[in-house]
């Protein structure tokens, strides 16, 4: 096989791919409508106590019980503000939920002289198209238990991280008929997006209490794009969109909303977190590494039009003595996917960066990336740079690819005459072009290796340009100001179709048939619309390693042909 039969050839399935992608989005079959059960109906997605940490599946008649102690008329919830350096949240007191969430850091869109301000990314969401919320809660069985949707005192309304400020607390305090004193305290520390969760259990009633502490992640699915175009060239389409968890045995798991009803999660899990994850961004809950929990996920009011998903973690059965107190306790992670130190907040924690089968690749990329960026200040200059340090390791396989490519060249008129002997008589053809080569000591396989290996760098690059926050809205210079979109005036495209069509005009086309010669000058126009809407950031790498591919294999051809005459003339 020949190079540029096998460019082609990769060129095709990277293509194919990328469609397959686009088209699962759209036309993936929609989850199947549940009939609502009892317990669906009832619990409103409360969970029921258990008295131990293996009985935490919710039960119809404890819901109801639950439903029932936390009924109605309340005077209407309060909403908490608290502001740090990074993030902006919003605490609904009715069963002290995080209801709103701003990463003041991520603007919603890239900064231009147009829009010099935009507003900030908004992860958690009350609205109802958006709906997104991180709720918590206590329930029992034989007494009163504040649940997510009771209703929480707080101090004052609004809390600011001040400067030289290092922490800012948050306390709720509600009280029950039974003596019960629950205080839920969020944490909120400088530069991080991890959240301190602790709910402090005062029994002050007359008999021992027993109940389960459990934190739940509720969204809606995303708002879809209007026709398949769209979520062609949307990159938030092609990401990850669904809940995740964790766990030491298993690693690393996800499920898509679609896969809800027909394989909910049911499992205990010990040292594990569960999660929501999106496009750059995600929300966790992360319980003590030492609880075994139970994790459930469910869909609520699923025969609506915009059903809930739900995934929760139960925690083992708490009891707490008349006169005494408990603490239980948990993380909260809400903000973006940076790798490096997700890893240090809870084991696999970086891999919510769902960059699927490629990860072996990607994150070794995205390492690279990383520091040669530390270097330069500038993601574009980074990736040029990576481009640089991959050709320099290959160079000797290019080496020998492209002075193979040359001596094929050059080969050309021999082959034709060969074509003209044989006609259509393949068998013989192809064994006098074998003999040719053997004789010139040309190796026609020889351009297949470093393509075999760059290949799959430019899918893991892609993977690390579409999901790596750090590359979201990075400007390169002139008109690029965001290398993780398609170029806005298509310029880098176009150059790269002129760097294939000179590549091209160097590259033999020994043994090609008239059918594949013609695909092969239809493939910079396939170029030019496929990469019109890839980020500009793997275009601008496809062009430093087309650019550079293409000056080694000049000076190459150049040096072979000197060669060549000054043989002849010796």
């Not at 989850?31 to 009892?38: I, K, L």
């Not at 040359?406 to 021999?414: E, G």
């Not at 074509?419 to 010139?440: I, P, T």
């Amino acid at each position: 096989m020949n190079q540029s039969r096998l460019f082609l050839f990769l060129a095709l399935i990277a293509v194919s791919y990328l469609l397959m992608e686009a088209w699962q989005k759209d036309y993936a079959p929609p989850p199947p409508v549940a009939v609502p059960t009892a317990t669906a109906a009832s619990d409103g997605g409360v969970p029921a106590a258990s008295g131990s940490s293996a009985e935490a599946v919710p039960a119809a008649a404890n819901a109801a019980n639950v439903d029932k102690a936390n009924a109605p008329a309340a005077p209407a919830a309060e909403l908490v503000t608290v502001t740090t350096d990074v993030l902006r949240l919003t605490i609904d007191t009715r069963g002290g939920s995080l209801v709103r969430a701003e990463l003041l850091a991520y603007p919603d869109s890239p900064v231009t002289k147009n829009n010099p301000a935009p507003p900030p990314v908004r992860l958690l969401n009350d609205s109802t198209d958006h709906y997104f919320a991180a709720q918590d809660g206590l329930v029992s069985t034989n007494g009163a238990a504040p649940d997510h949707r009771a209703l929480f005192h707080a101090e004052q309304t609004n809390y600011t991280l001040a400067d030289g400020q290092n922490q800012v607390g948050v306390n709720l305090t509600w009280t029950g008929d039974n003596g019960l004193k629950v205080t839920k305290s969020y944490t909120f520390t400088r530069g991080s997006y991890v959240i301190g969760f602790d709910q402090h259990i005062e029994n002050g009633g007359s008999s021992a209490w027993t109940g389960n502490a459990y934190q739940q992640l509720q969204r809606v699915d995303q708002p879809k794009p209007a026709g398949w175009w769209t979520s062609y060239t949307d990159p938030s389409s092609h990401s990850f969109f669904g809940a995740a968890w964790y766990s030491t045995d298993e690693k690393y798991e996800s499920m898509p909303f679609a896969e809800f009803i027909k394989k909910p999660l049911d499992r205990p899990i010990t040292g594990g977190w569960s999660a929501m994850i999106q496009h750059y961004f995600f929300v966790g809950w992360i319980p003590p590494a030492t609880d075994a929990v139970a994790y459930s996920t469910k869909v609520l009011d699923p025969d609506t039009a915009q059903p809930r998903y739900l995934i929760r973690a139960f925690g083992p059965a708490i009891t707490v003595a008349p006169g005494q107190a408990h603490d239980s306790n948990a993380r909260l992670y809400i903000g973006p996917k940076l790798q490096g130190t997700l890893n240090a907040i809870a084991p696999g924690l970086e891999l919510s960066t769902n960059y699927g089968w490629l990860t072996a690749i990607s994150q070794p990329l995205h390492w690279a990336l990383s520091k040669l960026h530390s270097i330069s200040g500038n993601w574009g200059v980074a990736i040029i740079l990576l481009v640089l340090l991959l050709k320099a390791a290959l160079y000797k396989l290019t080496d020998a690819q492209f002075r193979s490519g040359a001596r094929m060249r050059k080969l050309q008129p021999r082959v034709a005459a060969l074509k003209e002997r044989y006609g259509d008589d393949k068998a013989k053809m192809q064994q006098a072009m074998l003999e040719l080569y053997k004789k010139e000591k040309v190796n026609p396989m020889s351009g297949c290796l470093p393509i075999l290996i760059t290949f799959p760098v430019f899918i893991g690059l892609y993977r690390v340009l579409m999901e790596s926050v750090e590359l979201r809205h990075a400007p390169f210079f002139g008109w690029i100001h965001d290398l993780s979109s398609p170029d806005p005036l298509f310029i880098l495209p176009a150059i790269y179709v002129l760097i294939t069509m000179a590549t091209q005009w160097l590259t033999p086309a020994v043994g090609m048939d008239p059918a594949q010669a013609k695909m092969m000058k239809v493939m910079p126009l396939i170029f030019a619309v496929v990469f019109a809407f890839f980020p500009a950031g793997l275009v601008l790498y496809w062009i430093i390693n087309g650019a550079t591919s293409l000056l080694q294999q000049y000076l190459i051809t150049r040096s072979v042909d000197r060669a060549d005459t000054k043989l002849k003339t010796a």
